[in-house]
T-cell receptor, first 112, second 112 residues
Framework: NAGVTQTPKFQVLKTGQSMTLQCAQD?????MYWYRQDPGMGLRLIYY???????DKGEVPNGYNVSRLNKREFSLRLESAAPSQTSVYFC???????????FGSGTRLTVV | DQQVKQNSPSLSVQEGRISILNCDYT??????FLWYKKYPAEGPTFLIS???IKDKNEDGRFTVFLNKSAKHLSLHIVPSQPGDSAVYFC???????????WGAGTKLIIKP
């Protein structure tokens, strides 16, 4: 089925470990996004890529890096995980307007 | 400082009755507003939207009302069904391609 695929679905890291969250979309969308969702807060934008070859910081970029590998794939990397990065991470894509956001099912990350 | 606020973390409604979910915003430059619905272990999915040139938009059982002077919008679901039990997020942006600012969400529970 067409959509946004995120891997892994669950991950437990120790403080200081690194990992990469993978995201791929097969809808030929131009823009891709990484959000985090924390209890009592809305989705907060970490990084986004308006088109292949470009990336920009969102609201909460500290501690993260991203790579727009090609039009399909947008990865999020935690170089040195901290407990404050415990969250649910969502990847999303859209073709043009806000009306067409498609989200992945999320990655639940726990840093201990 | 949250620019989009959903002050009710949860709402319980009897099946068949009307569900009203509220959202307030502070940024007068917002001109696109969207509602997303989220089931557990899934990403948010687009539900309905409204632009600032309208005060009402209807799609089947779902209607969104916008009161620009009060900086308030609401989502009405009539009649409420068990499958409507989910978390509902309100989001806003300054233009159709600007970044979305999200509310914290309201968990809607439909009682049989």
């Amino acid at each position: 089925n067409a959509g946004v695929t995120q891997t892994p679905k669950f991950q437990v890291l120790k403080t200081g470990q690194s990992m990469t969250l993978q995201c791929a979309q097969d809808m030929n969308h131009n823009s891709m996004y990484w959000y985090r969702q924390d209890p009592g807060m809305g989705l907060r934008l970490i990084y986004y890529s308006a088109s292949e070859g470009t990336t920009d910081k969102g609201e909460v970029p500290n501690g993260y890096n991203v790579s727009r590998l090609n039009k399909r794939e947008f990865s999020l990397r935690l170089e040195s995980a901290a407990p404050s990065q415990t969250s649910v991470y969502f990847c999303a894509s859209k073709k043009y307007s806000n009306y067409g956001y498609t989200f992945g099912s999320g990655t639940r990350l726990t840093v201990v | 400082d949250q620019q989009v606020k959903q002050n009710s973390p949860s709402l319980s409604v009897q099946e068949g009755r009307i569900s009203i979910l509220n959202c307030d915003y502070t940024n007068s430059m917002f001109d696109y507003f969207l509602w997303y619905k989220k089931y557990p272990a899934e990403g948010p999915t687009f539900l309905i939207s409204i632009s600032s040139i309208k005060d009402k938009n209807e799609d089947g059982r779902f209607t969104v009302f916008l009161n620009k002077s009060a900086k308030h919008l609401s989502l009405h679901i009539v009649p409420s069904q068990p499958g409507d039990s989910a978390v509902y997020f309100c989001a806003a942006s300054e233009a159709s391609n600007y970044q979305l600012i999200w509310g914290a969400g309201t968990k809607l529970i439909i009682k049989p």
